[in-house]
């Protein structure tokens, strides 16, 4: 598939959904440009990683439109949207522990293929994506922990293991849903740089608590409340509303 032209990397048109009688996005639409850093802020249960998860397709909504690149995917299922050009890392890690570093990220690779995995197939029929995979853990300082399975390293490790697989997929728009959550301030200060280096081609979209680090990556910032988008625009002038400060920084 090939995304249309578009100004937009995302549009979220009156997005809505709702579990029984508890809704948890309510009319949220959103304009990202490409490769704008955006910050999505909010109290918990504010909707964000909802939110997240149905521009990813992990969720459907129950009204409104989702675009990419201009074009509606709505209806389309994650992997579909991935060929669009969407990688997202999760809040709660989600990496094959048994499996090693490279393993995992060539596994994530191997969803980009026009031909689905064969389980029959040796790995060593994938050698391109296992090289790449490689690449990509180099590029996040873990190249030397490449043959080691994930449940060796630490969990500061682990998150930047989740990072290189949503990287190697050299996605178009990134999600990144508490990239630093539970980390140390070195570990904190590592995945900080990773993420202030990826290159403008892609835009990055990120649910993040600690307000010190992700203000220093973001732009724009969204603040969600209830579902509903209270502020939305440039980061300074967000930080600086008053409904910011009485819903989320408890000014």
Known sequence: MT???????????????AFGGLVVTQSVSLAIRHGERRLIIGPNGAGKTTLFNQISGDMRPNSGQIKLFGTDVTQLA???????????????ITLFSGDTLEHNVTLGLLGLRPSRWQMWRPMSFYGDLATEARRTLDAVGLLHLAEHPVSDIAYGEK??????????QKPRLLLLDEPL?????????????????????????????????ALDLAETVTLLNYGRVIVDGDRDTVIADERTREVYLGA
Not at 79 to 85: D, L, T, V
Not at 189 to 208: D, F, H, N, W
């Open 3 to 17: 995304p249309q032209t578009s100004e937009h990397a995302l549009e979220v048109i009156d997005l809505k959904k």
């Open 181 to 213: 959550a539970g980390l140390s301030n070195t570990e904190r200060a590592q995945v900080k740089a990773l993420i202030a280096s990826i290159p403008r081609e892609t835009t990055v979209i990120m649910i993040e608590h600690d307000m010190d680090t």
């Open 78 to 92: 994650p992997y579909k949207r991935a060929h669009f050009g969407l990688s997202r890392t999760y809040q709660i």
């Open 159 to 168: 998150r930047r293991v989740e990072l290189a697989m949503a990287l190697a």
